[in-house]
């Protein structure tokens, strides 16, 4: 099994910047990709970023891209989102999960474990 747990949420103002991280613990697989997702209420869980864990190859949802950067300390089994530019339309839980196979992928049945969420909220 594998555990995931969030931290850093919290509540910012517009234009402010959060970094959220998740750390893993368990059973470990020889290569993977660790993703954010988030979900605001009343609305679907979407993709915000994903990266590979062996190569550090990254992917992002277009809605996010070049306001943050996901990124990973191998030591740590940490995986980190750095959040800048902060909006309104931002606020969510925000979720980390890990697919098992090297795929780099936004599709959310594709990731095998999840955690419980971290609560970011960006006031205007």
């Known amino acids: 099994q594998v555990q995931l747990v969030e931290s850093g949420g919290g509540l910012v103002q517009a234009g402010d910047s959060l970094r959220l991280s998740c750390a893993a613990s368990?059973?470990?697989?020889?290569?993977?990709?660790m993703g954010w997702f988030r979900q605001a209420p009343g609305k679907e869980r979407e993709f915000v970023a994903a990266?590979?864990?062996?190569?550090?190859?990254?992917y992002y949802a277009d809605s996010v891209k070049g306001r943050f950067t996901i990124s990973r300390d191998n030591a740590k089994n940490t995986v980190y989102l750095q959040m800048t530019s902060l909006k309104p339309e931002d606020t969510a839980v925000y979720y980390c999960?890990?697919?098992?196979?090297?795929?780099?992928?936004?599709?959310?049945?594709?990731?095998?474990?999840w955690g419980q969420g971290t609560q970011v909220t960006v006031s205007s």
């Open positions: 990266i590979t864990w062996s190569d550090g190859r990254t």
């Open positions: 368990g059973r470990t697989f020889s290569s993977y990709t």
């Open positions: 999960a890990l697919d098992r196979q090297q795929s780099l992928t936004g599709l959310r049945v594709l990731y095998d474990y």
